[in-house]
Structure formats: structure tokens, C-alpha cells
């Protein structure tokens, strides 16, 4: 009965300073975490506009990254009045650091439209055009997908697109991420038709009939792809309010 007790007590006793380690390491390497964490969603907003960037943009390193973030990139955080949100409103409402690069954009995600923040992020190349990304959160097949869009100054066309998910299957809807050919047909396409009247964009199951509005869909991912066209629709209308008062 006393070997019993001494091995209990052993092995609670290592089990204890094994859980202490862990957490030590854990809250140690949080910070790291947190910056790569950072660092990959940069440069996934960066892709949108990967054919602007100065260089080349797949062989772009963090120390690239975060020099065109510091200089090249103006952050906003909009309403879904389309009003920009001060850092020190941001501050007050639970956003540290009052930029949009630190929104909890799946937290947003959960509230009423009405009450949702949008980040924005304005990119301007070194020849001094403008390039306007937004960010769209949608659902595919399994879970969430989710893209940055980058709109030319004329805010009707687009410029690029980076998209992302959660659990897409790979190979079929997973493509939305990993197909350059797929990503690159947004190019170009239109938000708004001839007489200034929203459309967004269609990715289309068969084939594209539209050129000006409708990219080509991804064979076997008609649910993944339906998500994106639903994803645009929504996500981009929900910036129309602070587009209008730049193009006015």
C-alpha cells in the first residue's frame, strides 16, 4: 500500500512540473507565435497587390514585409457607415493597438453587420498609384474561407485577390488558395457595371459567360466556389458606404 501511495504521489508530482514546463514554454513562446502569426496575415493582405510589388514577391522576407507595412501602407478601420474609426475609439473598444492589422477579424465575423469593423489598407507603389484592399470573410464547404481584394484607384476594378480557408479539400476547394491560374482570372473583373450599379463578381460553375463580371469556377468545388461568389457579394458591398465618399 506505501509503494502505491509513493508512485500516486510520483506520478502526480511529475505530472504537475511536466504542466508547469509546459505552460512556462507556452507563455515563453507566445510572443514569437503572435509576430509569425502577424507577419503571415501581412503578407497575405500584400498578396492581393503581389504584381505591384516592387521585386519578387514570392521570394519577399519578413524584414520586406514589414518595411512596406511601415512605409508603403496607410491602415484604416471603417464602420459599416463607412466613417473611419479612430485608434483611440479602437483603443476604447477593445482593440489593442488601434490599427486595422489588429482587429479579431473572426470576432467581427460574429457581430451584426451593423456593428461590424472593417479593415482597410491602402498600398501605394512606388510610382505612386494607389491600390485599395479590403478583407471578405465568407463559408465554403467545410468551414470558413476568408480573402483580401485590391481594388485600383478608379474602386471598380480589381487589381488581385489572395484567397484562404480553414478545412477546404485539397485539390478541389482548397484550389481558391493554391491555384495561381484560378486567382489570376480576378484580374481586371469589375465591381460595378456601365452604369454604376453594383454587381461584384461571379465565379462560375460551366465556364465564365460574363468577361467583365465572372471569372471560371474550380471543377468539383462548386460548393467552396459558390462561397466565394457569396463571400464578394456580401464582403465587398459591405465597404460601398466609405467608397462612395472617396469617388464623391
Known sequence: M???NSVIGFIL???FVVALILALLQNGLKPIHDKNEALYSKKATL???ADHIDGDFNKINNDQIQDIFDSQIKQMVLNSEGSVVESAELE???VKGGMAENLDLTREQKKNPEDRLLPLYVYTKSDGSKYYIVYTRGKGLWDEIWGNIALEEDLKTLAGVSFDHKAETPGLGAE??????????FIGKKIYDDNGNYTSVYVRKGGAKDPVHEVDGISGATITADGVTEMLQRGLKAYEPYLKTIKS
Open 47 to 49: 498578396a492581393a497587390v
Open 92 to 94: 476604447s473598444l477593445g
Open 13 to 15: 508530482a511529475l505530472t
Open 176 to 185: 481558391i488558395k493554391d491555384n495561381k491560374e484560378f486567382k489570376a482570372q
Open 2 to 4: 506505501q509503494n502505491n
